[in-house]
């Protein structure tokens, strides 16, 4: 099971078999799921048979260690090359056979004999096959061939028939290879995820064992150089790990106790220990994969389109084959033999393979291509869609700002001493868990006094006593309830406040001491993100919970133009539902629950992988899994260069098959002639959409 039409066959041949509920195929893993009743299944495997092919029911231990084992022909790769080879070389032995001595009996006997071994060590599984369809009526690529080869060797071109057949054997297996490099090109990360790991056992001792066997809360420790073996949280040590395979980051990330390290990332500098926190099976780089091969599995809109193409074709053009052979003889005087070998050139040309393979090897290439940059795209549909945004919603926290609070700005007030009013507030902020007074603590990062009667001031602020004075640290709220805020204070107040700022004061005897100034900041690769959107012509609008001051701000600093605040979920998606009346397409790119109905109801959704929620990510279409905003337009540029090559290999295709079809009608094209030109065709545009492979980098962003 190579291709679309191979995968028509056989849903075709498991349509009248009762019982069978669903069909799931993995073209890349040439695998097929079968959701069906138990009494059913061995049905099912007959009328699987009966259309020529050799299903191998497959359990779970056995799916890994087969997959893209064999060749095309259900041969080990090294053996169908030999065997391959062999038939090639009895087929050149029947062409010298017929150069040399064409009319002596003997060796005609001989020529014919070679030509015979030629057809039979290439050509067997393609005649199983072309004589299955020919029993069903089908007219596949198999059954063209066998009905081609068959009738120039009965008509005495049986040196051109034992070549034609070896030719095509020949391409076809290249093919195969090319197309499983597109196919397997993501599988290669499973070689990135070490089969064993050193983890501590109940005695304290250190041993390797199988990753496979690792429980989640198990002690894995990764040593310098090492490929880590199983997602993790970091419990000791610190290191750089390089993250590539999973997120496509090319500088390596500083990890350290309480970060998370992913399955095939290497440890580069130091040893760490960390905390499994997935099963093998179930790693962020397990599902990378498994999401992808489910995505290659999904037909495209183009492939969908040459799929229904090709059907039409094909027997459009055995039409003509049939009547070049019934009707050339009484319109031009033509000899039987010759109208006889013209229609089984045509028959060879009516090969849509060329055409049909131009699709899903480009859309593969494309969906591997994404996915080794840290993009991971769930589906040929969403990867062709994205070409055609117009604008991107982008929500605010974790999408173009950290998501995380900092200290931005500090002044002292009332003449406080600068230094001490810093050390007292992270006194004050350190016993708290609040977030705005941890982003105070680690913005002053200095040794602090101690605080005696430390208490909380739910939705205000801590207070205190350090050094012997009571102090608060506190929002607005509290300092305006205590008496505390003048006319100046309230002005430098409302300066930060609405800049998106939010102020906290520390106040003691004497009165408001100083002013900390937090603030979610912008990601430094989001400017980025938001021109390189422009540059491909698509606009960008920020939706956020936040409100409309704040969000002026940050997309001011964004280079945002149209910024909407104070938006609940439901306010999101009919802000989306407004932006496709008057954009068009619209993607929608968030990070949390709030952000799940706005990504379902956008044409593209875009998830922020690594500090996205799972709502989000399931209800998106694609998922960018380290939070590089820039990979947004990456996406874009990915699928304006993939839709462009969809369409050079299917102008391609056809054009060759035009030229080719109108030469065996009014001139001398021969039999290899057209199988050179047809698996000429299918492998120039397997090589055009493998270029998408080479990926796209970063600084790449512009159309197709």
């Known amino acids: 099971m190579d291709c679309s039409s191979e995968e028509s066959e056989i849903r075709r041949a498991l349509e009248k078999v009762a019982g069978v509920r669903s069909l799931g195929f993995q073209l890349g893993a040439r695998q097929l799921r079968?959701?069906?009743?138990?009494?059913?299944?061995?049905?099912?495997?007959?009328?699987?048979?009966?259309?020529?092919?050799?299903?191998?029911?497959?359990?779970?231990?056995?799916?890994?260690?087969?997959?893209?084992?064999?060749?095309?022909?259900?041969?080990?790769?090294?053996?169908?090359?030999?065997?391959?080879?062999?038939?090639?070389?009895?087929?050149?032995?029947?062409?010298?056979?017929?150069?040399?001595?064409?009319?002596?009996?003997?060796?005609?006997?001989?020529?014919?004999?070679?030509?015979?071994?030629?057809?039979?060590?290439?050509?067997?599984?393609?005649?199983?096959?072309?004589?299955?369809?020919?029993?069903?009526?089908?007219?596949?690529?198999?059954?063209?061939?066998?009905?081609?080869?068959?009738?120039?060797?009965?008509?005495?071109?049986?040196?051109?028939?034992?070549?034609?057949?070896?030719?095509?054997?020949?391409?076809?297996?290249?093919?195969?290879?090319?197309?499983?490099?597109?196919?397997?090109?993501?599988?290669?990360?499973?070689?990135?995820?070490?089969?064993?790991?050193?983890?501590?056992?109940?005695?304290?001792?250190?041993?390797?064992?199988?990753?496979?066997?690792?429980?989640?809360?198990?002690?894995?420790?990764?040593?310098?150089?090492?490929?880590?073996?199983?997602?993790?949280?970091?419990?000791?040590?610190?290191?750089?790990?390089?993250?590539?395979?999973?997120?496509?980051e090319s500088i390596p990330v500083d990890k350290s106790p309480g970060d998370q390290v992913f399955a095939g990332t290497i440890n580069e500098t130091g040893e760490i220990e960390f905390r499994v926190s997935a099963a093998s099976a179930n790693t962020t780089l397990a599902r990378i994969i498994h999401a992808v091969e489910q995505a290659q599995g999904a037909r495209a809109p183009t492939q969908r389109f040459v799929d229904r193409f090709a059907a039409v074709y094909t027997p459009a053009v055995f039409a003509i084959a049939v009547a070049t052979a019934v009707l050339l003889p009484w319109l031009a005087g033509a000899a039987w033999l010759e109208s006889i070998y013209k229609a089984l050139v045509l028959l060879v040309i009516a090969c849509p393979c060329a055409l049909v393979i131009s699709t899903p090897v480009t859309v593969v290439s494309g969906l591997s291509a994404a996915a080794r940059r840290g993009i991971l795209v769930k589906g040929g549909t969403f990867l062709e869609q994205a070409r055609l945004l117009k604008a991107v919603a982008l929500d605010k926290t974790g999408t173009i700002t950290e998501g995380k609070p900092r200290l931005v700005d500090f002044k002292a007030w009332g003449g406080a001493d600068e230094g001490r009013a810093k050390r007292l507030a992270a006194a004050l902020a350190s016993r708290s868990d609040h977030p705005v007074s941890k982003a105070i603590a680690a913005g002053i990062a200095l040794e602090v006094p101690s605080v005696d009667d430390f208490n909380a001031l739910a939705g205000r602020g801590v207070e205190g006593s350090v050094e012997g004075e009571r102090l608060l640290l506190g929002n607005h709220r509290v300092m305006h309830e205590r008496g505390l805020c003048g006319p100046e204070l309230e002005a430098e107040l409302s300066r930060h406040e609405s800049q998106g700022r939010t102020i906290t004061m520390l106040a003691g005897a004497s009165g408001v001491l100083g002013l900390f100034a937090v603030a979610d900041t912008i990601k430094e690769s989001s400017r980025t993100a938001i021109s390189d959107l422009a540059k491909l012509g698509v606009a960008s609008v920020m939706l956020t919970g936040d409100n409309q001051a704040t969000a002026r701000s940050i997309a001011k600093e964004a280079g945002i133009g149209d910024a909407r605040g104070d938006l609940l979920p439901e306010a999101k998606l009919d802000a989306i539902r407004d932006m496709q009346k008057r954009y068009g397409a619209v993607g929608m790119t968030g990070d949390g629950i709030n952000d799940a109905p706005a990504l379902a109801q956008a044409d593209v959704g875009f998830a922020m992988g690594a500090a996205g929620t799972d709502t989000a990510m399931e209800a998106a279409d694609v998922v960018i899994m380290n939070d590089d905003l820039r990979r947004v337009a990456e996406t874009v540029s990915l699928s304006r260069r993939t839709h462009a090559i969809l369409w050079q290999n299917i102008a391609f295709a056809l054009g060759v098959k035009s030229v080719f079809l109108a030469w065996a009608v009014f001139g001398d094209a021969s039999m290899w002639m057209a199988v050179f030109a047809d698996m000429g065709a299918s492998l120039l545009v397997v090589a055009n959409g493998l270029r998408l492979l080479g990926g796209q980098r970063s600084d790449e962003r512009g159309g197709a």
């Open 34 to 248: 079968i959701d069906a009743d138990a009494a059913a299944f061995a049905p099912a495997l007959d009328a699987i048979r009966k259309a020529g092919f050799d299903p191998q029911p497959l359990d779970a231990p056995e799916l890994a260690a087969r997959t893209g084992a064999a060749d095309d022909h259900g041969h080990e790769p090294e053996a169908g090359a030999k065997r391959l080879g062999f038939a090639l070389a009895f087929a050149v032995g029947a062409e010298a056979v017929s150069f040399l001595a064409p009319e002596a009996l003997p060796w005609k006997i001989a020529g014919m004999a070679l030509a015979a071994v030629a057809i039979w060590l290439s050509g067997l599984d393609v005649y199983k096959k072309g004589m299955a369809a020919l029993f069903r009526g089908k007219l596949n690529i198999n059954a063209l061939m066998s009905v081609a080869v068959t009738g120039a060797f009965f008509i005495g071109e049986w040196p051109e028939a034992a070549m034609v057949m070896a030719l095509y054997a020949i391409a076809e297996l290249i093919e195969a290879r090319a197309v499983d490099r597109a196919r397997n090109s993501i599988k290669d990360l499973l070689d990135m995820a070490p089969e064993k790991a050193l983890t501590l056992s109940a005695d304290g001792s250190w041993a390797e064992r199988p990753a496979a066997e690792i429980a989640v809360g198990a002690i894995v420790r990764a040593r310098p150089g090492e490929r880590v073996a199983l997602d993790g949280v970091v419990i000791r040590g610190e290191s750089a790990v390089n993250q590539a395979p999973i997120t496509g």
